[in-house]
């Protein structure tokens, strides 16, 4: 079983800027793709971002782009998520996921970083 884990959350307000980070229990590089996505009170689990880990192409909901940033670390173990310009909308339970399969879905999830932004 992997182990996956986010760390960086807290409670920031708008306009602020926050960096997520991801681990892995084993090494991030061997899966194909890794992604975050964030789920608020009451609403269901949304996709943030993801990077291909070979290529570093990514991905963005239209609602972060420009602000949010996924990189990964190719001499680490370690995919991270920049955010800027936070808005009281992002608050949410961020999550990291490994292992995409071909159905575009993630076997391995991390258990969540809260972040919430104040108005």
């Known amino acids: 079983q992997v182990q996956v884990e986010e760390s960086g959350g807290g409670l920031v307000q708008a306009g602020d800027s926050l960096r997520l980070s991801c681990r892995a229990s084993?090494?991030?590089?061997?899966?194909?793709?890794v992604g975050w996505y964030r789920q608020a009170p009451g609403k269901e689990r949304e996709f943030v971002a993801s990077?291909?880990?070979?290529?570093?192409?990514?991905e963005y909901a239209d609602s972060v782009k420009e602000r949010f940033f996924i990189d990964r670390v190719n001499a680490g173990n370690t995919v991270y998520l920049q955010m800027n310009s936070l808005k009281p909308e992002d608050t949410a339970a961020y999550y990291c996921?490994?292992?995409?399969?071909?159905?575009?879905?993630?076997?391995?999830w991390g258990q969540g970083t809260q972040v919430t932004v104040s108005s």
């Open positions: 996921a490994v292992g995409r399969t071909s159905g575009g879905t993630y076997v391995f």
């Open positions: 084993v090494r991030i590089a061997n899966f194909k793709a």
């Open positions: 990077v291909r880990w070979i290529t570093g192409s990514t």
